[in-house]
């Protein structure tokens, strides 16, 4: 079976099997986390003491005084330290109920009930094998629970199993710093992996315990063939007397430790006793006479081997009691782990990111449309329109890219929040809905526009598609209800101007609209993927709390240290320490360009330390994409050193940080990037650290166990240097989840991306025949332009925006 066949099936038998049985392994797990103490526990509570006599009361003269008017005596035991009383064991003729009363063995003398701390082990154990229900249909939940948990462990097993042994490490060792749903679904999977022998086992023997088939079957299985025995004769008379003198002859010293009484007068009696050298407290030989004493069987424990060996040792292997007090510990930790795996299995499996849906039932007088790339302005809307809702507003929220232009008209206000991608282009969502509201000639002379326009300042063309939004519906009629206004990569301060004013414009409550707010995350592991490049490029492991999809992007706040601030400062020709007014107040300037704002180099002689605070932009986070599914979250970043001779601002520090270093971080989804949910085709063209989401594709895709043909093209500059994950990308070849792997080494053999991509149109448009979606990411200046450029050429202007028009295009450029 293939490796993503295997993941997948073994992932969701484990899931379903899980949330199956979850309750149920929950109480036998807790009840047996007790019972694996209960002698220990037992043993520490005070206990009534009888006086030790010489000899114990033979067993002729004992059952008469121990019987009760009503009553069948069935078992008695004695405990191995001799100054505790006896237990006997009574089924009442009508009501068939039992009971048991303790006795001391030395003169018959019944003393009364058991202790209130054995009493509470019996109903812990009346839980643990039949939950308190009748027998019959209890044992058969938790018989069948426990097979569950059987299949359940082995294909959690499966799915933790390390593809290569140099894995070994992640597989049993815990990552330090993990938090949140990191840190749970670590105590689900690396507890579970230590304990896994304990636990298998506990559910291996679990259903001896419930169904005669398992122990019939066990026992055709592991037994050896039965001597030949002594046949019980019917007739004969009962001889009690008789019997214990048989006894003695075995076992001189008259010590048992459980003696079964026959149901009828003529029947078998069966005793279990523990030799002297009996390595745990259920080691028990065992002798059955007939009623005149004839010894039918016997078993001595020290003589077993193979199968009845461990057929003898059933309960004992359940408890741990076999293994002696560690034993007993080591059981009773397991059976709480595999208890609380049921909670965390549970919260991990409703854990997942809701995703925000569209809402745009019912009427509403404001509409909220908005056309992203990377998330940004999807995200905005949500806050946007959660708070508007807070304030009585009836409000829709739609993407553009599933809007008509005459819809706008049922709407009072509409606010349009539009990203702008690349060189003034439309989001590839809004592309369709730009042309088709280029050619409306709808009337919006009653509707009321505000534009909220999103871009990066360092395109010429900034914020573009927002300013030809506003431009378009002033056309259309539409009157201005507030003054466009741009953020650039996405900066707070600017959001939270354009909320407060049309929070006054709308004679609404003012409120923060700021998005998540940003948690710490803890570097977990830095090594470089390329060592000796003068392009240096990194694999990131951070823990933090939260969870994402394949394709989501991670916000990175490069806030500097003071040295690193004072040294930008000092090279400036300015002092750090002297005061400046900032929106976040007043403060040093070292700290305001620590913490608040965007480096750069002064041009201008005599620039005074208020004065370059002034022009300085808002500090903004840096985007990188998410290089792993789940669990500890991944990233590639490239070391980039800037025209002015300065690393970048993120990228330098990152690259440069320690294990242990903490980082201020927001996890923001990227929907327009993220597989899609049918089992379809893929074609995955990636350069440099464009590989990044990739990685988390084919890792979700295995998860999936889909196996429709996946295609990657990877380019970079020199083979062999720049093959990041070479073995990882190899071992998705080997277990068929890639189906092709090319590579494009710039420096090596002269070739990019988007030649080798020529060079296969014919594949290219068979993927696409079969439904495929196409993904690029990278630079928008080189693998974004190269590869539009030669689909254009290959595909046609039609069908590439067929495509997108199809949400088959997927582009992640930067």
């Known amino acids: ?442 009337k919006l002379n009653h509707v009321n526009v505000a534009v909220l326009a999103f871009g990066d300042r360092q395109y010429q063309q900034f914020c573009a598609f927002g300013h030809w939004l506003a431009q378009r519906f002033s056309e259309l009629g539409a009157a201005t209800l507030l003054p466009l206004q741009e953020v650039d990569r996405g900066a707070e301060q600017a959001l939270q101007d354009w909320s407060d004013a049309l929070a006054q414009t709308l004679k609404l409550e003012h409120a923060s609209l700021a998005a998540d707010s940003w948690q710490s995350a803890t570097l977990l592991e830095n090594r470089c993927l390329n060592p000796g490049s003068d392009r240096p490029v990194h694999h990131l492991e951070l823990a933090l709390q939260g969870s994402w999809q394949a394709g989501d992007i991670l916000e990175v706040l490069p806030i500097w240290s003071e040295s690193r601030s004072r040294q930008h400062l000092q090279l400036q020709g300015l002092d750090g320490d002297v005061m400046v007014s900032t929106p976040a107040g007043i403060m040093p300037l070292w700290q305001a360009q620590a913490q608040y704002l965007e480096a750069f180099t002064v041009t201008e002689h005599g620039l005074t330390p208020q004065a370059y605070a002034n022009a300085a932009a808002p500090l903004t986070a840096r985007s990188y994409s998410i290089a792993s599914m789940d669990n500890a979250l991944q990233l590639m970043v490239r070391r980039v050193l800037n025209s002015n001779g300065f690393e970048g601002r993120a990228s330098g520090a990152l690259a440069t940080a320690k294990v242990g270093s903490e980082w201020q971080v927001r996890l923001k989804p990227h929907s327009n990037f993220h597989l899609p949910p049918a089992d379809v085709p893929l074609i995955l063209l990636g350069a440099g650290t464009g590989l990044a989401p990739y990685l988390g594709f084919l890792a979700q895709r295995r998860q999936q166990g889909y196996k429709t043909p996946i295609w990657l093209l990877f380019g970079e500059r020199y083979a062999e240097q720049d093959n990041y994950y070479g073995a990882e990308l190899q071992a998705f070849v080997a277990e068929g989840l890639l189906t092709h792997l090319d590579f494009a080494w710039s420096r090596s053999n002269g070739r990019y991306v988007q030649q080798c991509l020529e060079a296969e149109g014919d594949r290219l448009q068979h993927y696409l025949r079969d439904g495929a979606h196409l993904y690029v990411c990278g630079a928008i200046e080189g693998i974004g332009a190269g590869v539009q450029q030669v689909l254009q050429q290959l595909l046609g202007e039609a069908q590439l925006q067929t495509l997108q028009q199809q949400g088959r295009y997927h582009r992640d450029l930067y």
């Open 1 to 442: 079976m293939s490796g993503n066949w295997r993941q997948r099936i073994s992932f969701r038998i484990h899931q379903w099997l899980g949330l199956a049985s979850a309750l149920v392994l929950l109480v036998v797990g807790a009840t047996g986390a007790l019972l694996a103490l209960e002698d220990d526990i037992t043993a520490m509570w005070p206990r009534p003491e009888v006086a030790v006599a010489e000899r114990l009361l033979p067993m002729p003269e004992l059952a008469p005084k121990l019987q009760l008017p009503g009553k069948m005596l069935q078992r008695i035991y004695l405990e191995s330290e001799p100054q505790l009383p006896g237990r006997a064991l009574y089924q009442d003729r009508q009501s068939k109920q039992r009971e048991w009363r303790i006795f001391n063995p030395y003169t018959g003398e019944i003393l009364g009930a058991r202790p209130a701390i054995s009493e509470f082990f019996a109903e812990v154990m009346a839980l643990h094998r039949w939950l308190l229900l009748p027998n019959s249909i209890g044992s058969v939940i938790t018989g069948t629970a426990a097979l569950m948990a059987i299949i359940l462990l082995i294909a959690g097993f499966i799915r933790r199993a390390p593809d290569r042994l140099s894995s070994i490490k992640d597989w049993l060792w815990w990552k330090r710093g993990s938090k949140g749903r990191l840190a749970l679904w670590q105590f689900h999977a690396v507890l579970g992996t230590w304990l896994f022998i304990p636990i298998f086992i506990m559910a291996l023997t679990g259903p001896w315990f419930a169904f005669d088939w398992y122990r019939s079957g066990l026992k055709q299985l592991l037994a050896s063939p039965e001597p030949p025995t002594i046949k019980a004769d019917a007739n004969i008379s009962a001889d009690a007397d008789a019997v214990w003198r048989s006894f003695l002859a075995v076992k001189p010293d008259g010590r048992y430790a459980r003696w079964y009484l026959p149901r009828e007068a003529n029947g078998e009696v069966r005793v279990r006793y523990l030799e002297p050298d009996a390595p745990h407290s259920r080691a028990y030989s065992a002798l059955t006479f007939d009623a005149a004493g004839h010894l039918l069987q016997q078993q001595r424990y020290a003589e077993l081997r193979g199968g009845d060996y461990l057929l003898a040792n059933m309960y004992a292997f359940h408890t741990g009691s076999y293994f002696g007090l560690p034993g007993r510990v080591i059981w009773s930790l397991s059976g709480l782990a595999f208890g609380s795996f049921a909670i965390t299995g549970i919260w991990l499996f409703f854990n997942r990111r809701a995703r925000p849906k569209e809402q745009a039932s019912g009427t509403a007088s404001t509409l909220i449309a908005y056309a992203s790339q990377s998330g940004t302005a999807a995200a905005y809307g949500q806050r946007l329109k959660l708070w508007l809702e807070q304030q009585g507003q009836g409000v829709h929220l739609r993407s553009m890219a599933n809007m008509q232009p005459q819809e706008f008209g049922a709407y009072q206000q509409v606010l349009l929040l539009a990203a702008t991608y690349g060189e003034g282009q439309a989001p590839d969502s809004a592309l369709l809905f730009q042309q088709q509201l280029a050619a409306a000639a709808v």
